[in-house]
């Protein structure tokens, strides 16, 4: 463990012991519901979880390497944008996938790209925003959020 996690664990239980002497009724209460919230959410964790790493096992590196790696950086950044747009992943759930890829060769900026499209871009959430903002703002938005996520990306690219 580095020495940012224990940093974060001390905080924690200091942070903990702290609420439990100004409420312990309050803190336990609050400890019980985020443990009934963890209940529910652990079964779809677990299958999306299962999900990509029957994905990371059934792609070859070689394809990993070839789509997102150093072939050509423009375009592979650019295709995964465009995956990251129409995919729909928890962010707690895509950033361990991003470093699955990184592992098996893939390129930071495509990586970024994704990730930055995965939380920016909405395909999947079109129909919706467009419902409840207008057709103008959710083409404006997702357009504008696509091309500044390429721009990310390759500044990350720089910058790494």
Same mark, same amino acid.
């Given at each position: 463990?580095?020495?940012? %996690? ?5 905080? *924690? ?5 702290? %609420? ?9 209460? %609050? ?19 299962f999900i990509i790493g029957l994905m990371i096992t059934l792609i070859p590196p070689e394809s990993i390497n070839t789509f997102m790696g150093d072939s050509n950086v423009?375009? /592979?950044?650019?295709? /995964?944008?465009?995956?990251? /747009? !129409? ?5 707690? !759930? ?21 990730? *930055? *499209? ?5 395909? !999947? ?19 504008? %959020?696509?091309?500044?996520?390429? !721009? ?9």
């Amino acid at each position: 463990m580095d020495i940012f %996690s224990i940093l974060l664990w001390i905080i *924690t239980i200091i942070f903990l012991i702290v %609420s439990l002497l100004k409420d312990k009724e309050r803190t336990i209460t %609050s400890m019980k519901m985020g443990r009934n919230m963890m209940k529910n959410m652990i079964g779809e964790i677990f299958a999306v979880l299962f999900i990509i790493g029957l994905m990371i096992t059934l792609i070859p590196p070689e394809s990993i390497n070839t789509f997102m790696g150093d072939s050509n950086v423009i375009l /592979s950044t650019i295709g /995964s944008a465009f995956v990251g /747009s !129409v995919t729909l992943i928890p962010a707690f !759930v895509a950033f361990p996938l991003a470093k699955s890829l990184l592992d098996r060769g893939a390129n930071v900026v495509p990586l970024v790209a994704f990730l *930055t *499209t995965l939380t920016m871009v909405g395909v !999947v959430t079109f129909p919706l925003e467009k419902r409840e903002f207008g057709l103008k703002f959710a083409l404006i938005r997702n357009i504008l %959020s696509f091309g500044f996520a390429v !721009v990310i990306a390759l500044v990350m690219g720089g910058v790494i």
